[in-house]
């Protein structure tokens, strides 16, 4: 039987899937701005096995392409029974989306008549002359043997994205990697394993980071624990307690050196309604004990006087370490509303303390804000129209597991362009913050079993795959996903918007966004072809490189 190999060149929005047709068209050019990452795929397919498949880039650009293989991973749960139309598939089964790092000395395998794809990178094009750039990648045999070869331009654009002003988190989950590693918390091998999580973070527009003063109340079963991670020193004598702060000054300090520029600290009172106080730990009497936890009352006086003696503190470390514009506070996470009351409880005691603090809560009805019991509302990207129309200044948002119909998200079963159409929603709407809960949760629901994330990736059947992490555990650091990248790829789009808004103004942009579309552009409400997407951006970039050449004849 004669082989036959195919390529297929596709853009960063394709999932590829091994045992489906592959229907997209072939993507073979696009442009980036100098400080832009990039990413488009190549897809192959032989009919028969064949391994040890040799990769050769050959391309100007060589020195800032990175290849990786979109490994595949299993998904039980990929939606919920009433899920929408906008999904790739409903059926279990293997799904692209960790990215692996190729090496040649072990090539790569095609399966007889699967689909399979590399996702090949492009970053730090600023010492690049702005030009049209050739990258030729070449599939061989071990022997050397040409198997197939595709051919993508790149255009590189002279122009810069400016900083991003979108605060960003996903909660980070400190926890997790110490369980997945098998190591002491705040060992040393915890904090390499931290840095190494903070620095790719970071490096995809995380610029705010889950700060665990205390063991967060999050995810957690009712009279159940989380593995303690609390980064403050804690000692009672009597009613005094005195405080350390030191493994939070080391904390604050590696994280700024990876890029982070903003710190939330854990929740103060447990989740779904500040009912509790959460887990505290710390020495008395020389003895190692826990002060709170799930039988403390949110309001009680012992927790209050806990509380009135350990902020003043830590409002003074704060500016003692120049963190006063960095500081978020959280009071508890998702209170619905017939927990007001509790809310309000725990909200007034942070307040004679944090007064001077942004204080953020992920909550979707209008009246916690209305009330006046939380500065900065974080409501979820389906609810957020009360706080749109009422003209809430500052405004966040977030999507989770609940988030599943119309709106933008990130599960293994979308398609990427509902991943990606978050950066330009945040951008008409002038949306301050973007929150998710699941960074690297790799816990069952509840947190009541760790559960290895390359095997179940629906937290023991709980959420659909894709809403608990972004990132999967290697054994050389953090492995990076499909999502993590159109996410990005999101954020980018939303400066290169900032950008062109700088150049030919706000109004301008809005009409060159929705020129063409039949509906505005809403959070429930977006283009639904991938196409659309890819074609957008290229026309902000070269409006972009137009308005730059013509500055830059006119500055000569």
């Known amino acids: 039987m004669e082989l036959e190999f195919l390529t297929r060149c596709l853009s960063s929005l394709t999932k590829v899937f091994a045992t489906q047709e592959l229907n997209e068209k072939a993507v073979t050019k696009g442009s980036a701005l100098l400080n832009e990452t990039y990413s488009f795929q190549v897809a192959y397919k032989s009919s028969t096995l064949l391994k040890n498949i040799r990769v050769r880039i050959n391309s100007a650009l060589q020195e800032n392409i990175t290849v990786r293989s979109v490994g595949l991973v299993p998904s039980e749960l990929p939606c919920y029974h009433d899920h929408d139309d906008l999904i790739l598939k409903s059926t279990p089964g293997l799904y692209p989306d960790p990215l692996y790092q190729y090496q040649n000395k072990d090539g790569l395998t095609a399966f007889p008549k699967q689909w399979r794809s590399l996702w090949i990178t492009v970053d730090n094009l600023l010492d690049m002359d702005p030009n049209k750039y050739l990258i030729e990648v070449i599939f061989e045999k071990q022997n050397g043997e040409y198997l197939g070869k595709e051919v993508f331009e790149l255009e590189v654009i002279p122009a810069e994205l400016p900083q991003q002003k979108l605060i960003h988190t996903e909660w980070f989950h400190t926890d997790c990697l110490a369980t997945y590693y098998n190591v ?28 665990p003063l205390f063991t967060p109340p999050l995810d957690t079963e009712v009279g159940g624990e989380r593995p303690t991670v609390q980064l403050v020193d804690v000692e009672k004598v009597g009613e005094s307690y005195s405080f350390k702060f030191e493994k939070l000054k080391r904390w604050i300090e590696l994280c700024r050196k990876q890029g982070i520029k903003h710190f939330e600290f854990s929740h103060l009172f447990t989740q779904w309604g500040a009912r509790h106080a959460p887990k505290i730990v710390g020495l008395e009497n020389g003895e190692f004990k826990r002060f709170f936890g799930w039988e403390t009352d949110a309001t009680s006086n012992e927790y209050r006087q806990f509380l009135h003696q350990f902020l003043p503190e830590l409002v003074d470390f704060i500016k003692d370490n120049g963190l006063e514009s960095q500081c978020f506070f959280h009071v508890s996470d998702e209170p619905h509303l017939d927990q007001v009351q509790s809310y309000e409880k725990a909200s007034s005691i942070l307040q004679e303390h944090l007064e001077d603090f942004p204080v953020i809560d992920a909550l979707s009805d209008f009246t916690f804000y209305e009330k006046g019991l939380v500065k900065t509302p974080i409501p979820s990207n389906d609810h957020i129209k009360p706080f749109l129309e009422n003209g809430v200044k500052n405004l966040w948002t977030y999507y989770c597991c609940a988030q599943y119909k119309k709106v933008a998200n990130r599960f293994f079963s979308m398609p990427s362009f509902r991943n990606r159409i978050l950066g330009i929603q945040l951008y008409k709407y002038n949306i301050a913050g973007f929150l998710h809960w699941g960074y ?15 095997k179940n990736t629906d937290a023991n059947y709980s959420f659909p795959s894709g809403d608990a992490f972004l990132v999967y555990p290697g054994e050389d650091g953090p492995i990076e996903s499909i999502r993590l990248e159109v996410l990005y790829e999101a954020l980018q789009d939303l400066r290169a918007l900032q950008l062109l808004e700088s150049l030919i103004g706000r109004d301008q942009v809005l009409v060159l966004l929705e020129e063409g579309l039949d509906d505005e552009i809403t959070f429930d409400q977006y283009p639904k072809d991938l196409e659309w997407y890819l074609l957008k951006r290229e026309q902000i970039n070269q409006k972009i490189k137009d308005i730059s050449l013509i500055a830059d004849i006119s500055s000569r």
Not at 440 to 454: G, H, L, M, T
């Open 184 to 211: 002491e918390v705040f060992s040393e091998e915890h904090w390499k394993r931290i840095e190494q999580f903070v620095d790719t973070a970071a490096k995809h527009g995380m610029n705010m980071i889950l700060t």
């Open 440 to 454: 690297n949760f790799w816990y069952s629901q509840y947190s009541k079993k760790a559960i290895d994330p390359f």
